[in-house]
């Protein structure tokens, strides 16, 4: 839980049970957690002396004892569109990237997991980087803390939170679970399981698991219709093979009304055919599944292009034609490298 500074306990990243049995520890009662937590994640303040409601014997003891993170944004760019997107650098010098998307009324950020992802798939800047460590629950709930905080500063509110940045969320389901308790706390951040969305490339045991244990609502990285296919393009298809997937992704228990996101990038001459397009609907068929269609978001080392505008609407056609709810996602933060699959922080300062 603690990097950095050892000798003080990081309090950000302790779900409120959590906190409660640490200050109990102290003889504390428990309604001080609470004051606390407010405190982090309600007014973002990580300076125990600005908690007003505590006494000064209180502050003193959490200030020699205790410490809030906050890593600080170290560069942050705006898009045309009004995108932003954030570069956090870590207390061992790593680096992650999160981005905040505008659209309407909704103020979603997209934030990471992982510094680096292992899964390796060919179309995604972060799978380049490699793995190199997973994050804490308070480096991730941090993003949370520092976009709210940005926005309430404007007068506008965060209302969703995505784990689609760098990084496999299941891959690192301890510290993630534990942020999404906080984000989901009525002390905490007190967003509803509908606003937040975990992403996954199809790791099956662990996005059921969570799928049963909390009311999130969670999107699939399937972008293929084939298993040859989507072996490709997602190394991790050899040890979860579509099919399977597919089976499990109808298997999520899902509230009234409550559909499973299959997220779908699209490539050109790769998996953008009307023949791809009636395999998907085949494989969705019989399941509460709705499809985002993405057009890739071009890098320069990959070899890959969007379709046309055109073969983008021939595919939606079919798989609507079939029955299949799907929606193009409008592109968002491509001029800074924010959009999808785009995210790639160095550690050094080299910015991708």
């Not at 990471?112 to 380049?128: E, K, N, P, W």
């Not at 993003?143 to 926005?151: E, F, I, K, M």
Request: hydrophobic residues 40%; charged residues 25%; positive net charge.
């Amino acid at each position: 839980m603690t990097i950095g500074r050892p000798e003080r306990t990081d309090l950000k990243g302790m779900t409120l049970p959590e906190m409660e049995a640490f200050f109990a520890a102290w003889g504390k009662e428990q309604y001080r957690a609470r004051q606390v937590f407010r405190w982090i994640y309600r007014r973002y303040v990580d300076d125990f002396a600005a908690m007003s409601d505590l006494s000064k014997e209180f502050r003193a003891l959490l200030s020699d004892s205790c410490r809030v993170s906050a890593p600080p944004a170290e560069c942050i760019e705006t898009s045309a569109d009004g995108t932003e997107k954030y570069l956090f650098r870590l207390e061992d010098g790593e680096a992650v990237e999160s981005v905040l998307i505008p659209d309407g009324d909704r103020r979603t950020l997209c934030v990471s997991s992982q510094v680096g992802c292992a899964l390796a798939c060919s179309f995604c800047a972060t799978g380049a980087m490699g793995l190199r460590r997973d994050m804490t629950s308070a480096e991730i709930v941090h993003q949370v803390c520092y976009a709210a905080r940005r926005l309430s500063g404007r007068g506008e509110r965060l209302t969703n939170v995505v784990f689609m940045g760098m990084g496999e969320p299941l891959r690192n389901v301890t510290e993630v679970s534990r942020a999404i308790g906080i984000l989901l706390s009525q002390h905490g951040l007190g967003l509803s399981g509908k606003r937040v969305t975990v992403s996954t490339a199809g790791i099956i045991p662990e996005m059921l698991a969570m799928a049963e244990k909390v009311p999130l609502s969670i999107a699939v990285s399937v972008n293929a219709s084939r298993d040859e296919q989507r072996s490709l393009l997602m190394p991790v298809n050899r040890r979860y093979p579509l099919r399977e997937l597919v089976a499990a992704m109808k298997r999520i228990p899902l509230q009234s009304g409550r559909k499973v996101t299959a997220e779908y990038v699209l490539l050109e001459g790769v998996n953008d055919s009307p023949e791809d397009a009636r395999e998907l609907a085949r494989l969705f068929r019989g399941g509460r599944i709705k499809v985002n269609l993405i057009p890739y978001n071009p890098l320069e080392e990959a070899p890959y292009r969007a379709p046309p505008p055109e073969a983008v609407d021939r595919f939606r056609e079919i798989l609507l034609g079939a029955g299949i709810q799907a929606i193009t996602r409008e592109r968002k933060g491509a001029d800074i490298r924010a959009a999808c699959g785009q995210l790639r922080a160095a550690s050094g300062g080299n910015r991708g």
